[in-house]
């Protein structure tokens, strides 16, 4: 009870700084189901048949009588009495109607009658039930699979998927003027308009990151410092250690397992409750054809190297075959990489030669490095292929630092050489020298402008930063909204999942703004109206507290285990942010009611499932 009382004490406090915000998270996470498919294969179609015939569903080893939820087999069975007298005092688990992507019906094994929700007794012969499983659409990801926050063919959290300009709600003017974001067209300069971050579509700034799995909030996943690149002492993102404030140098991206497979349900796009967890293979996805077109439809087996992806023609299924170079490399690896056992040091290293193939360096890199720490008697083998990953990776740093100062960005390129040198120590003397090359080059210049042109520069730069605090602000405020939004319960749990998502990247976007031009050279004369470090830390806490009150609601929906590492997450973003560690507790108190151990995966079947 105290437990329990000192839960509630925390949700009701604001959800931990919410209600500084405006808003109220209201209630717990709601499950919903989906209408079932049509039954499939031999033992569905003699649940089926026996179904019709009013005679008990055929025992056999998987979940099977497929019958329509709204018959009920077995109601006028004449031997339903003498089974109930021989077999209802043994408590039994239900059978189920195998359905992939809808609700399993629950059905006595004895009668085969379908179940009401909660029962733990066959209203037809007595016979004792055990707890059934329960198959949901997956209310974060919503049926995806995918990490909402990298990959590419994701819904784009700048607009919350709208398509509408996020400065300017699509109106196209802001306080009487032309929109700076939009350019008055009211549309996402993110995702162009339609909704969607897609890498075929180009509308990925440059260096952000549309792999799965990687940090997008440091350049090229590098794991660096997105304003300086390599630790300078008075940068006001990383206070001088180098590494990037989200991943801490690791270059992953934090919100998922590394993957860009969704934390929720591990990828499948479905909630299982009281049953084992489907696989990646079982969802349908979007597989990108070299041209950019797009093939909706489900992977059956791994590549080999051909690509075989099932389409729906109708009624009916059409095996389409794609050779490896028809196929967009992203796509190409997560197919290999949904069929490989990611606890295997080969298959790490499979799927690294697989993304060094396809110039996808930053997945490579990882590969490698997630195969050595499986296997450590192999890590000092490995070490050569790492070395060589790293050095291409650096290389190609190099080559678009060269290429942006070709351009005339010269901001970009000087962190890009920063970068190189923080990357490649002892070996960064052509960085190094570019980079001085590109500042006395930048000084000449300056220097021989006349008076009014130098006057005209530095007043654009003081009316830059002064936009820039201003968009600032307006994004913090989208992410209250957004937050508000979260809570409202008639929305529905996947809403509030996408807006807890969605709230979190514009405020994320709000110190990605901060970042561009606080460390600008030359700086602006005039002072920012607060310190850029100061804006950094409101943004910041501001991701804290979002982070937290969707982990207190992930906690009061039974979510124990998403529940903790959200908190988790809010502790590394923001330490200061209150009441962290009562949602940890409470998730963690939760996790052993339900017998889960952490890191350990779902129960087994039992033996009338098997």
Known sequence: MRSARTFAGVRHAGLLGIALLGAALLGSALLGGCAPPRARGKKAQA???????????????????????????????????????????????????????????????????????????????????????????CPQCGGSGSCLHCGDDRPCLTCDASGRCANCDGVGSVDGRRCPECSGRGTCADCGGDGARSSASADFAPGASHLPGICTTCLYGSGLCPTCGDGAEDCPTCSGDGLCPDCRGSGACPYDRGDGLCATCDGTGREVVNGPRGTPADRHWNVRRENGAILAGRIPYAPGPDL?????????????????????????????????ALDDADGRVTLAEIALERGLLPLARRELQRAADLDAGRARRLAGRRKRVETLRVQSWMDEARAAQ????????????????????????AARVALTDLRRAEADEEAARDDATRARRTKARDARVARTVTRAARRLALAERRLAAAGDATRGAENARFSFAAAEHAALQAAELIRADAWRTPPPTTPWPRPPRALLDAAQRMRAVITLAQ???????????VGRTLALRARALAPEVEAESDVVAEAERGMMRRGVRLTTPPPARDADEE
């Open 47 to 137: 649940g089926a048949a026996a179904a019709k015939t009013g005679e008990p569903a055929p025992q056999v080893r998987e979940s099977v009588p497929a019958a329509a939820p709204d018959e009920r087999p077995g109601a006028g069975d004449e031997n339903a009495a003498a089974r109930a007298a021989a077999g209802a005092a043994t408590p039994r688990s239900v059978v189920f109607e195998q359905l992939r992507g809808g609700v399993f019906t629950p059905r006595c094994p004895e009668c085969g009658e379908t179940q009401p929700t909660g029962s733990t007794h066959c209203g037809g012969c007595g016979q004792e039930l055990a707890p059934w499983r329960r198959e949901t659409v």
């Open 308 to 340: 075989t992806v099932m389409v729906r023609d109708g009624r009916k299924s059409i095996a389409m075959t794609l050779v490896p170079d028809k196929v967009d490399a992203i796509s190409y690896y997560m197919a290999a990489r949904d069929f490989t």
């Open 406 to 429: 070709a351009q005339g960005d010269r901001e970009r390129a000087a962190l890009l050489y920063h970068m190189v040198i923080a990357g490649s120590p002892g070996e960064n003397d």
């Open 551 to 561: 982990a207190v609601e992930e906690v009061a929906g039974g979510r124990f285990a």
